[in-house]
């Protein structure tokens, strides 16, 4: 019988690992970290984290986040602006090509299907 899986405390987890890139760095590489805790067929959940940059994003993957905490602007190939705040939630379509740049450092809660 499949059972819950939770990651208690995300706001405040200490167990994120260096982790590859979410996207191609414009300029110095940012910092990510990510702590995963859920991983079945093609879905993936955990949390997270960018120190500040800037990244192009190209995404293969549709994607539901929600930010716990920092300030990120994030701005599609045709222009579209979007801000995104601690306590914003948003999904990232398969597909989605722009920029990603953390004013803040970033740390999001997601689920990722691929």
């Not at 990510?32 to 940059?53: I, R």
Request: glycine share 10%.
């Amino acid at each position: 019988m499949p059972e819950i899986s939770i990651q208690n405390h995300c706001a405040t987890l200490t167990n994120l690992v260096d982790v590859e890139s979410f996207g191609e760095p414009v300029g110095k590489l940012p910092r990510q970290t990510d702590s995963g805790f859920f991983e079945e067929g093609n879905l993936a959940a955990g949390t997270w984290e960018c120190e500040p940059g800037t990244l192009n994003i190209e995404l293969d993957i549709t994607e539901f986040c929600h930010l716990l905490k920092g300030h990120w602007i994030l701005t599609s190939q045709s222009g579209l602006v979007t801000e995104i705040k601690a306590g914003d939630s948003w999904v990232f379509p398969r597909g989605w090509k722009g920029t990603g740049e953390v004013v803040e450092t970033v740390r999001k809660v997601y689920l990722v299907v691929s």
